[in-house]
Nanobody, 123 residues
Framework: QVQLVESGGGLVQAGDSLRLSCAASGRTVSSYPMGWFRQTPGEERKFVAAINWIGSATDYADSVKGRFTISRDNAKNTVYLQMNSLKLEDTAVYYC????????????????WGKGTLVTVSS
């Protein structure tokens, strides 16, 4: 199976930046499209960003475009989410995800998830 472990979450102030990391391991992990989701209590997990196998294509939720950047380093088996200009509404548990299809980023289509890392943005 694929193992995903997030890190880098924490408490920051609005306007600050934070970089999340997702360390991946497992069989052919570098061939999976990777993404980030976030979830608040009582809500469904929502798509944040995705990156294809080699990092040549990315996609973002409208709410984070221009502020967040997803990247991957397959040599290190790591995907990153650089979050700039953080807002209060960015507060959530952020989950790393590995998919089998780049075109489908609905939560039910994701076979592998990390345990999540909490990002709290304060005013």
């Amino acid at each position: 199976q694929v193992q995903l472990v997030e890190s880098g979450g924490g408490l920051v102030q609005a306007g600050d930046s934070l970089r999340l990391s997702c360390a991946a391991s497992g069989r052919t992990v570098s061939s999976y499209p990777m993404g980030w989701f976030r979830q608040t209590p009582g809500e469904e997990r929502k798509f944040v960003a995705a990156i294809n196998w080699i990092g040549s294509a990315t996609d973002y939720a409208d709410s984070v475009k221009g502020r967040f950047t997803i990247s991957r380093d397959n040599a290190k088996n790591t995907v990153y989410l650089q979050m700039n200009s953080l807002k209060l509404e960015d507060t959530a548990v952020y989950y790393c995800a590995a998919s089998k299809m780049y075109s489908d980023w609905t939560p039910d289509a994701i076979p592998y998830w990390g345990k999540g890392t909490l990002v709290t943005v304060s005013s």
